[in-house]
């Protein structure tokens, strides 16, 4: 009969790890974790408690996967950046909990410093792709074969479509949708519907605010923001003094406004001939 203390080692065990799976004796895996067959892990990968790793998943480098994350088969995380200037540095992955990571997705490590990072409860759909430096929110969703190049950052709520990408250095506001096969080199502001290639503003994101829960007042502040920035022909910086003045100050408003004020690339227009109209940068 086993003592107390061989008893306490039994416990922290991971649940179930399969033979032909290879894990560095360094990895530091939680109790909980599940390993599929035929999956590699790297000496300096951590695993928190209750993870799900299935066949056939590459995991190498710094990466860091919270509590109650699934990746589900053959994806690949934490590998070096697909960067002609990355030479080894030790950069990494960071994944928060509940995040779900489906098949043939790659996450590539962070170029020169830091980590690229997926927040919690994330779901990224079979072959999406996170370049180096990204930095993905919480409750981001990604369809298929969508793609997120270098030091692209995607704010909390957002739904990217299947065969999506942007410029890297762009951002993706809270909670904005972007539509099938999208494509910008411009930012795409936040509670928005931006589609189209190159991407054009449709409209205000209402189903999504909704189902997330964001008050019909509020909804009805971000619909006349909408007007007065691309239906009212008024220049960008009067539009956004007249949303300061004219409209009720939720959070949502002011966010909104901030991401035009602080956006370096430009925003999209409505109008994809003339997206510069929107650029706020002066350049």
Request: hydrophobic share 35%; with cysteine; proline share 5%.
């Amino acid at each position: 009969m086993p003592n107390l203390q061989e008893l306490d080692l039994i416990d922290q065990a991971p649940s179930k790890i399969h033979p032909t799976a290879i894990i560095s004796p360094e990895a530091n895996i939680a109790s909980g974790v599940e390993i599929g067959p035929y999956s590699v892990i790297g000496p300096e990968v951590e695993i928190k408690e209750n993870t799900y790793i299935g066949p056939h998943v590459i995991i190498d480098g710094r990466v860091k996967i919270g509590r109650n994350c699934k990746l589900i088969a053959a994806c690949s995380i934490g590998l070096a950046p697909q960067d002609l200037n990355y030479k080894g540095e030790p950069t990494g992955v960071k994944i928060g909990e509940g995040t779900v990571i489906r098949e043939y997705v790659t996450i590539h490590r962070a170029s020169k410093e830091g980590f690229t990072v997926i927040g919690k409860n994330c779901f990224l759909m079979n072959y999406v792709h996170i370049g180096h430096n990204v930095q993905l929110g919480n409750d981001v969703i990604m369809a298929n074969s969508s793609m997120l190049p270098g030091y692209v950052v995607v704010e909390d709520f957002v739904f990217i479509s299947g065969l999506s990408t942007i410029h890297q250095h762009c951002r993706i506001g809270e909670s904005a949708i972007v539509g099938a096969m999208t494509g910008s080199r411009l930012d795409l502001p936040p509670y928005f519907i931006a589609d189209g290639r190159p991407a054009k503003i449709r409209g205000v994101n209402k189903i999504g605010l909704r189902r997330r829960g964001i008050k019909a007042d509020v909804r009805e502040e971000l619909s006349k923001a909408f007007k007065v920035i691309y239906l009212s022909g008024i220049n960008m910086t009067n539009a956004l003094e007249k949303i300061e003045k004219e409209l009720v100050q939720f959070d949502e408003i002011k966010k909104l406004v901030n991401f035009y004020k602080t956006s370096k690339r430009g925003v999209v227009g409505i109008d994809s001939e003339k997206n510069d109209s929107t650029d706020t940068t002066g350049e």
